[in-house]
């Protein structure tokens, strides 16, 4: 894992800034992207890892994320789709265009990075994807119409990803955490010892990608093992 080079989206936070921070204390040279400036330098402060200020909903910040990467690390070994955000209704009053500006970021952005990606991973002859979906798109719940649909996309994605790419020596990996106490969705200071944090999320991911090359862990759902414990 020392030399290995990481784009990282969604990284100034949560999960994101997690896995930041797990590939750093692994030796591996990190690039993220971020939309909050103030928490983008809080991680590059804390990591030393190369932040940018980019929108994967944005095709041009794509394409500025790409050179970032190739002039700062010199190309990128590990891609880990982690940016995303949530929208909740239920039918009868989904805001459609909501939905579209959701997948725009979940879905389509997601393909659109990995797109400008993956031809200099299939160059230099290996590489690693990792998409981080959601146990939401395992289960689907109330409310959950536009969430879950792009979470399960994601998971379609990567099966796809997975059989183009295995040729290639390029694995691809979707992660589906269970409810993991980040600020997400503007939620703070959530603290229960039995529920799930980030790093639980960014241990499994390095394990993942721990593994020696010949063995692909093609989807992994991480559960807190009992959150209901008082």
């Known amino acids: ?47 030393g890892a190369f932040g940018l200020r980019a929108d994967v909903a944005s095709a041009d910040d794509n394409a500025r994320t790409v050179a970032e990467s190739v002039e700062k690390l010199g190309g990128v070994d590990v891609l880990i789709n982690n940016a995303g955000w949530g929208y909740g209704a239920p039918i009868g009053a989904v805001d459609v265009d909501e ?24 160059e230099q002859g290996e590489g690693d994807i990792v998409n981080v979906a959601s146990t939401s798109g395992m289960k689907g719940h109330a409310g959950g119409t536009a969430y ?8 379609g994605i990567s099966q796809c990803w997975q059989a183009e790419l295995r040729p290639h020596d390029i694995r691809v990996i979707s992660v589906c955490p269970s409810e993991v106490q980040t600020n997400w969705g503007g939620k703070t200071g959530r603290d229960n010892p039995n529920k799930l944090y980030a790093p639980d999320i960014a241990d499994a991911v390095m394990s993942a990608l721990a593994a020696d090359r010949r063995a ?4 992994i759902a991480v559960f807190a093992c009992n959150p209901w414990k008082e």
């Not at 939905?99 to 299939?122: H, S, Y």
């Not at 879950?148 to 998971?155: H, L």
């Open 216 to 219: 692909l862990w093609p989807e």
């Open 99 to 122: 939905m579209r500006r959701l997948f725009e970021t979940n879905v389509f952005g997601l393909v659109d990075l990995t797109n400008r990606i993956v031809p200099m991973m299939k």
């Open 1 to 47: 894992m020392q030399a290995r080079r990481f784009l990282i989206t969604g990284g100034s936070q949560g999960i994101g800034a997690a896995l930041v921070e797990a590939a750093r204390a692994a030796g591996a040279r990190v690039l993220f992207t971020g939309r909050n400036e103030e928490l983008i330098e809080e991680v590059v402060g804390r990591t």
């Open 148 to 155: 879950s649909a792009s979470k399960w996309a994601v998971r």
